[in-house]
């Protein structure tokens, strides 16, 4: 089979295509409308503080099979930036993107869910200031909010959306931030779980249906032997080592990451927690095989196309007519479950963990929250001029290198920390992966990331935080 290294995707779709698009979008509408009608029956006019907690965490009702399917399809919206590195670097991409993240996810399931229980909090920055203290909960509100600006998702959406209609990307990203703002306000974190739960069983089905349909047209192992690099079948990737377990302390942000406790902090128990995320945890091992080799097969068969879309590019050309529009509706998925969801987060940052205490929970202020994230969201993907494997590591590193050493040592050894060590440490991180990131190093230095950087500077500031007084009172 000989295929095309680029293509006018709208010219490839058939009708029936678009049938089967058309039809998986609004089966998700139809599961927004379902959360809001549930969030209806639900409300409770004089009790606000309780309408708050439905609309941010479901009423802490998650159930086992809600949390799975919002948990697995939060983490795949950037499609585009994973299938790139797997095209690019091969089975690197399954290492960088996956396998540090298992580590991670499974730290969470036995080391945190445990520890943090007892907290009862509604958001990370709550649960961190009821560790440390006030001040710690607004710097990491702080955090929080540039951890959750959805940049990369925006441009995973705008891409997906101008390869289908062209235009300019920052038009496309503004529409389809838009539509997703909308459905974000309509029925909360219930209407936003309930996309999910469709956006999860198409998203998994999609990519395996590329991958199964590719071994079936030309092979399987043997063919990508053949017809790639060895440096495709590399856990490095041809990169140095230090470089690799870069992704590896990213992945441990994993431990501060603000969409996991929200989804722990909703389910029903404790024990739902820990089996959903071990569950999750399989799912994107096997989305992760499904998305790795399947870029792989787009390198072996179309080596010249571009690496930003040639996963795209390469499944519209194999898959049958009705299975390319159901393939399409997974990709807009993957994309979709994460956008809404980090949106959605980041408006819970503005309204409840940044502003002032009087102003706390209320529903409105959500609302201007994603709004006002959804266009600086925009506004950061040209500034970042589309690049998302940049987006993760710039703003991963400053999880990893500032939040997570604090935070851990805080479930390690409880009432340790205080606010101001947590403060100082945090500040003192930001301030030396900043510096590192923007100076010119050479010679031995010009390899040490500024993910290295930070991690030292927030460990020495934590250890001189223990031995000045002033920082050890609350």
């Keep these: 089979m000989s295929l095309k290294t680029s293509i006018e995707y709208s010219e490839v779709l058939t009708t029936l295509d678009w049938v089967v698009f058309f039809i998986v979008l609004l089966v998700t509408i139809g599961s927004v409308i379902y959360g809001q009608l549930k969030k209806s029956e639900e409300v409770d006019e004089e009790n606000e503080k309780a309408n708050f907690l439905d609309l941010l965490l479901m009423g802490r009702q998650l159930t086992l099979p809600l ?21 690019e670097s091969g089975l690197y991409n399954f290492v960088t993107q996956g396998l540090f993240w298992y580590v991670a996810y499974i730290l969470f399931a036995f080391l945190i869910i445990n520890r943090i229980e ?7 920055p709550d649960l961190i200031g009821k560790m440390f203290g006030p001040n710690s909960a607004k710097l990491s509100g702080v955090f929080n909010f540039f951890n959750v600006l959805p940049i990369a998702y925006t441009i995973s959406l705008g891409l997906f959306s101008q390869l289908l209609f062209g235009g300019e990307l920052w038009i496309n990203m503004l529409g389809g931030v838009i539509i997703v703002i909308g459905y ?13 739960l469709i956006q999860f069983f198409v998203m998994c089905l999609g990519v ?3 991958l199964a349909i590719s071994v079936g047209t030309f092979g399987g192992l043997g063919f990508l032997q053949e017809n790639l690099p060895t440096n495709h079948f590399s856990l490095t990737g041809g990169y140095p080592i230090s470089t ?9 942000s994993t431990l501060v990451d603000p969409n996991f406790y929200q989804r ?26 499904c998305t790795t080799f399947g870029a792989m097969y787009a390198k072996a068969v179309i080596p010249e196309a571009a690496s930003d879309n040639a996963y795209l590019t390469y499944a519209l050309q194999i898959l049958p007519p009705g299975v390319r529009g159901f393939v399409l509706a997974g990709i807009l998925a993957t994309i979709l479950s994460t956008l809404d969801s980090y949106l959605f987060l980041a408006g819970t940052t503005v309204s409840y963990d940044l502003v ?25 993907a040209l500034v970042f001029e589309g690049n998302i494997k940049t987006v993760w590591k710039t703003l991963g590193s400053y999880s990893a290198a500032c939040l997570l050493l604090p935070v851990m040592y805080g479930y390690l050894f409880p009432g340790k ?5 947590f403060v100082f440490a945090c500040v003192v991180g930001v301030i030396g992966t900043s510096y590192w990131r923007n100076a010119t190093h050479t010679g031995f230095w010009a390899n040490i990331d500024e993910l290295y950087a930070g991690i030292l500077c927030t460990t020495l500031a934590l250890i001189i935080g223990f031995k000045i007084p002033v920082l050890r009172r609350n």
């Design 67 to 87: 949390f799975i399917a919002t948990l697995v399809a939060t983490w795949y919206g950037g499609i585009f930036g994973v299938t790139k590195i797997a095209f």
């Design 118 to 124: 007892s907290y009862q909090a509604v958001t990370l």
């Design 184 to 196: 974000s306000m309509m029925g909360g974190f219930r209407a936003v779980v309930f996309s999910d």
């Design 208 to 210: 395996f249906l590329i």
């Design 244 to 252: 690799t377990l870069v992704w590896g302390f990213i992945a441990l």
């Design 264 to 289: 722990v902090f909703a389910a029903k128990s404790p024990k739902i927690a820990k089996k959903g995320i071990l569950i999750s945890t399989f799912v994107w091992f096997c989305f992760d095989i």
């Design 356 to 380: 002032p205490e009087k102003h706390k929970g209320k529903a409105v202020l959500h609302h201007i929250g994603v709004a006002s994230v959804g266009l600086l969201s925009i506004v950061m």
């Design 417 to 421: 920390i205080k606010d101001r060590q």
